[in-house]
């Protein structure tokens, strides 16, 4: 059974940090492409960050060196880094997993993930 629960989430000042942590049982201990994804509100969700099994990963342009995402597969576990964080940062984050690798890109670009299957996600809120 996929359960995935994420948690890490708070409000920080700008320029500050938060990890991430997403319990992603019954996935990533299949080698799946794992991923975070936000959504503003308002906005789409997007991609922000992928990771292939074997720790490959890439980025939105827009967190490219400031996010960094990683996983341990013997916990099950997929965690996200966010440094210097800024106030569009701001926004409900998500993991799943992640579309094969030569799709990443459109995703970071907009693209729409239809998963059925979401957690309740972790709000993370950047004050300016």
């Known amino acids: 059974q996929v359960q995935l629960v994420e948690s890490g989430g708070g409000l920080v000042q700008a320029g500050g940090s938060l990890r991430l942590s997403c319990a992603a049982s019954?996935?990533?201990?299949?080698?799946?492409?794992m991923g975070w994804y936000r959504q503003a509100p308002g906005k789409q969700r997007e991609l922000v960050a992928a990771?292939?099994?074997?720790?490959?990963?890439d980025y939105k342009d827009s967190v490219e060196g400031r996010f960094a995402i990683s996983r341990d597969n013997d916990k099950n576990t997929v965690y996200l880094q966010m440094n210097s964080l800024k106030p569009e940062d701001t926004a409900l984050y998500y993991c799943?997993?992640?579309?094969?690798?030569?799709?990443?890109?459109?995703?970071?670009?907009?693209?729409?993930?239809?998963?059925?299957?979401w957690g309740q996600g972790t709000q993370v809120t950047v004050s300016s």
């Open positions: 799943n997993t992640a579309p094969m690798k030569l799709f990443w890109k459109l995703f970071f670009a907009g693209r729409v993930p239809g998963y059925d299957y």
């Open positions: 019954g996935i990533i201990s299949s080698g799946n492409n």
């Open positions: 990771i292939t099994a074997g720790g490959y990963t």
